[in-house]
């Protein structure tokens, strides 16, 4: 029998979670805790994927010297491209706000909302560990992510032959709980039958959630879309002097790719050939921006994770001003950098966040069904910033390409 791809999958359990809560009320108590396994699956991987998916990414990138400019221009690169989609994505959140006026009453909260509480210079400074196995183990993952980041560089600088080991270990590592997650994923239709079939039994004004969830949806791909073809564009144009619709034209098997996989990692190889063979860049670049890129540049990711945030605030009647914002794009930064290159990873690194910020994680039942459509605007957005960078960074080394 053919199998029926995750995406299918992820929407018959959808209706048919919708079919219960609303017919079989009474029932919900025997499916809801398939939402809470799956919800306590996530949270159980999130801190070792992002540990080893950041270690082996960083420690993989080389340390002469002549890495080291080429690494920071390209960090550079990917940090001011992660800032400017997430500013986008927060304008147009704060502009249409899709989750005003959303009666989310009914999931149950536990706990207060921690982000009106914190200051922004306390997050700064909390980002630097005490003692990493504290952080781990309550989930401090922007602590985790900084951590990573210190010891894949260091573990590029240290004798060849521990440094050999050690990115074969976290190389190792990263393999296994990837593996482990993408059966995570795999279970997704059950967590989400689990989590909607409870929040549909609740829930006074479907239709009204219905609308609510579109709006979020449209605000998302909006803001992906002028990130993907005016800002990137721009950025190609400007600072990189190349002309960034044929590189597009060039990419365009790569973000199909991308697109319907809904994986950094799955389209990486295609991405390598195309920006490689038809825009000219050469391989030291490639193999050089691109695999990193794939682990930690993910513009639409950053999106979608500050969106649902606000989303979530905007239902749930928290103010989110200006410091909050700002808070809140620091952590989207860190976190689009620890999200693993594979389909649905934001939902793990969403898990924590939410938590973190105090908001239960049950909310998440209201993002699952719309989850996987978003993903694969999301990941076409971040495989092709990647390669614009890509484009920028050989231009800026003297490169000439065909673009
Ligand atoms: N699927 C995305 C990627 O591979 C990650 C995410 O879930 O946002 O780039």
């Known amino acids: 029998m053919k199998k029926i791809a995750l995406h299918w999958q992820i929407l018959i359990a959808f209706i048919l979670a919708i079919l219960v809560g609303i017919f079989l009320k009474d029932y919900v108590i025997y499916f809801s805790w398939m939402g809470d396994i799956f919800l306590r699956l996530l949270k159980m991987i999130v801190i070792p994927l992002i540990l080893s998916s950041i270690i082996s990414g960083v420690a993989n990138m080389g340390s002469d010297s002549n890495f080291s400019r080429l690494g920071l221009k390209t ?82 600088r240290i004798d060849t032959k521990y440094k050999v080991t050690l990115t074969d270990f976290f190389n190792a590592s990263f393999e296994l709980f990837m593996k482990m997650t993408m059966l995570i994923i795999k279970l997704a239709p059950f967590g989400i039958f689990g989590l909607i079939v409870k929040v549909v039994a609740e829930q006074n004004d479907f239709g009204n959630m219905v ?48 697109f319907s996989t809904a994986s950094s990692a799955a389209a990486l190889p295609l991405n390598m050939k195309e920006t490689h063979e ?59 950098i620890g999200t693993a290159a594979v389909p649905m990873a934001s939902l793990v690194m969403i898990t924590i966040i939410l938590e973190v910020l105090g908001l239960p994680i049950e909310y998440m039942a209201l993002i699952l069904p719309i989850d996987r459509i978003l993903d694969m605007f999301r990941t076409a957005t971040n495989v092709w910033s990647d390669s614009c960078g890509a484009v920028i960074i050989a231009k800026s080394e003297g490169e000439i390409l065909n673009v």
Not at 84 to 103: F, T, Y
Not at 128 to 133: E, K
Not at 234 to 252: M, S
Not at 323 to 332: D, G, N, S, Y
């Open 211 to 258: 609308i609510k969830l579109g709006s979020f949806m449209l605000t998302v791909i909006a803001a992906i879309l002028i990130h993907a073809l005016i800002t990137l564009p721009l950025l190609t144009k400007i600072i990189g002097k190349a002309k960034p619709f044929k590189h597009l034209n060039n990419v365009k098997t790569t973000l199909i790719t991308a």
């Open 278 to 336: 038809k825009s000219g860049v050469s391989y030291k670049i490639t193999n050089f921006t691109l695999p990193l890129g794939a682990t930690v540049n993910m513009d639409g990711t950053s999106i979608y994770i500050a969106a649902v945030v606000m989303f979530i605030a905007q239902a749930k009647g928290v103010d989110m001003g200006l410091k909050e914002q700002i808070i809140l794009l620091i952590i989207a930064v860190f976190s689009s």
């Open 75 to 156: 960090l550079a690169y990917y940090l001011t491209t992660t800032v400017l989609a997430i500013i986008v994505g927060l304008l147009l959140v704060n502009l249409i706000k899709p989750g005003v006026g959303m009666d989310i009453s009914s999931i149950p909260v536990h706990e207060s909302i921690n982000i009106n509480k914190q200051s922004i210079s306390d997050l700064l400074i909390q980002i630097v560990p005490q003692n990493i196995f504290y952080s781990m183990a309550n989930n401090e993952f922007l602590s985790v992510i900084f951590f990573a980041i210190i010891a894949g560089i260091f573990i590029g």
